[in-house]
């Protein structure tokens, strides 16, 4: 089962956050719905946290990918917060960890966020 929970950190970035298996199956939507619905409500920058996620699969790896390709198309930026063990073993296989930047949690991934905003 997948659950997925938005909050915002600053009024312009929204953490999404994932708790359970990312896998094959409508609970996946849910993702896309909430980047979705954090985009329309003004968040340029997102953060996924993934550190409460015990499993993803191809599926799951895809729905990531295409939330960051609709999130930069509209002028956006995207991190990646918590991953561990297998789920950031298969970022590594797909070679996405050399694309999307990679937090240790939601925190650090808001700090970066926060300082690339400042500094603009």
Known sequence: MLTVTSRQCEPDISVIGLNGRVT?????????AAVTKAMESGARKLVIDLS???YIDS????????????????????LIAGAQGLVLDVFRVTRLDSIIRFFP???????SLRAAGQSV
């Open 52 to 54: 409460e996620v015990s």
């Open 105 to 111: 949690d939601a925190g650090a991934a808001c700090d």
């Open 24 to 32: 094959l199956g409508r609970e996946s939507g849910q993702l896309e």
């Open 59 to 78: 599926t799951g790896i895809g729905i990531i990918a295409y939330c960051f390709t609709r999130i930069s198309k509209a002028g956006g930026e995207a």
